[in-house]
Nanobody, 120 residues
Framework: VQLVESGGGLVQAGDSLRLSCSTSGGTYSSTAIGWFREAPGKDREFVASMRWNGGDKRYSDSVKGRFTISRETNTVYLQMNSLKPADMAVYYC????????????????WGQGTQVTVSS
């Protein structure tokens, strides 16, 4: 399974961005996609996840109500609204077989990451 993120960039606080995760090379039934982020000096943290069929969506408390995970064909999106400086990080999408979880260690395949920078 190959994952390629795109859509990151530099925005101001309050702006929106949509990240994309293009997937290829695998079958996707009974799988899940997660979005994680890693800020300098911090551990990789869970942002959002869902089943490949779009069900069982989960969000971290810090992004709930502002971020939305979705999928169209083989691309998974993370719509990010009302961005804050605290959201600044490298964002990764990840794939696992099974139900979505919040633990990065549960995901086998990872993209290379895309940088999101939010200025105040």
């Amino acid at each position: 399974v190959q994952l390629v993120e795109s859509g990151g960039g530099l925005v101001q606080a309050g702006d929106s961005l949509r990240l994309s995760c293009s997937t290829s090379g695998g079958t996707y039934s009974s799988t899940a996609i997660g979005w994680f982020r890693e800020a300098p000096g911090k551990d990789r943290e869970f942002v959002a996840s869902m089943r490949w069929n779009g069900g069982d969506k989960r969000y971290s408390d810090s992004v709930k109500g502002r971020f939305t995970i979705s999928r169209e064909t083989n691309t998974v999106y993370l719509q990010m609204n009302s961005l804050k400086p605290a959201d600044m990080a490298v964002y990764y999408c990840a794939h696992r077989v099974g139900a979505p979880t919040r633990a990065a260690s549960d995901y086998r395949y990872w993209g290379q990451g895309t940088q999101v920078t939010v200025s105040s």
